[in-house]
């Protein structure tokens, strides 16, 4: 279930999520901040979401109210199942909500946790009796998971793949790696000199929204202008057919994600990040923000040395392009900076946060914080203090505790920085 909240207060908003995650443990919560974003354009993924709590003053500013977005969207067969917040002695906003398509309004002086759980239901109730759209916009990453699950149909039979007898361009494909959304990671030989690469592949036949294939194409240019040892190399981007691709170094040692499950000592663990914070040194001097950085996105070489990967959602600071949508959260909650789940402007300091909460779990072997839902868990990463790592030198726990601050201001102002400080320890 994927709820939308709209209100101007961070606090209200922040409040409705925790009440939301409590009473529903499994929703996608997404907060929308109508003064910093305006109202949406005509491309919004309203189908992504199942119900919209709209509050009725967005910007006094602009002097737009949420009963203006109800009339500008009102027609759109995707704009989710809405329910309108009003403030005390508001009942008239509230009919004309109504009248707008709105399908059920609680007044702000007396919602509670239990009158908004009864009002989603209802709002679900009402989901479930709309007839299902003739098309729905689908917004993917390309997350690329490691096994194929009965949806992901493979655009190549494993079996012609085994037999060698599929090639993209010069690069005859040996396994299936990984695969996400419409794209898909192979193992391939490159058949000028023999070597071994990994060819990521997006069927474009299949899009429905042009932004991803501006994202798969970004990824490779942001990557390709980008050089140090631990960083992935790209090697090349084309198309063959329908079938954009982009080649890179074939990385076998796995993913740092399954090097933490063995257990890591200090100075390993040390070591790692500052690689890491070496590698996000010499992207964030280009202007470049990871923004999803986590440990299945830290990968390795057969000689044991590590490459930053998945740069498909990074943000170039000095580009206005988006493509990503206005509003939309990015990141994974287990590593999302507290600036990323409150939908404000980020710089490269997101990314140590995220890198603080990798080396609390490397040193500690636990994670950062524990929740039965994203949801929770976001709302940790906002409000709740990282504790401190027993059994560990006092100068380490400053350092990551200096990495996890929820103000970027109060962390190392960069890479660096915090590059200096490892080295010190």
Known sequence: MNILIVDDSEDYRMLLQRWIGEAFPDA????????????????????????????????QDSGVDGLDWLAEFKNDPEFPVT???????????????????????????SVTEEKLKLAIDDALQAKARRPTPAHR???SHDRLEARPSAQFQPFFSEKEVALGNVSVGRYRLIKLIAYGGMAALYLA?????????????????????????????????????????????????????????????????????????SGVDLVTATALIRDIAGALSVMHKAGIVHRDLKPKNIMFRADGSL???????????SENVELTYSGEIVGTPIYISPEQILGREIDHRSDLYSLGVIYFELVSGERLFMANS???????????????????????????????KKDPDERYPDAEILQLQLKML
């Open 28 to 59: 996608m919560i997404t907060q929308y901040d109508p003064i910093a974003k305006g109202m949406p354009g005509a491309e919004y993924p309203w189908g992504d979401y199942d119900v919209l709590i709209l509050d009725y003053q967005l910007d």
């Open 83 to 109: 329910i309108f917040l009003t403030g005390q002695g508001d009942e008239s906003l509230a009919v004309k909500a109504l009248k707008l398509g709105a399908e059920d309004y609680l007044s702000k002086a």
């Open 137 to 139: 916009l689908v917004d």
């Open 189 to 261: 030989t490159d058949e000028r000199d023999g070597s071994q690469v990994a060819i990521k592949i997006l069927d474009t036949s299949q899009l429905t929204d042009q932004r991803t294939l501006g994202r798969f194409i970004r990824e490779y240019y942001l990557m390709a202008e980008l050089e140090h040892p631990n960083l992935i190399k790209v090697f090349e981007q084309g198309y063959r057919g329908p079938l954009a691709y982009i080649t890179m170094e074939y990385l076998p040692g796995g993913d740092l994600y399954d090097y933490m499950e």
């Open 307 to 317: 490459a930053v990967t998945d740069l498909g959602v990074s943000k170039k600071l």
């Open 374 to 404: 994203p949801t929770a868990l976001m709302y940790k990463h906002v409000h709740e203090e990282p504790r401190l790592i027993e059994g560990v030198p006092d100068k380490l726990n400053a350092i990551i505790q200096h990495m996890l």
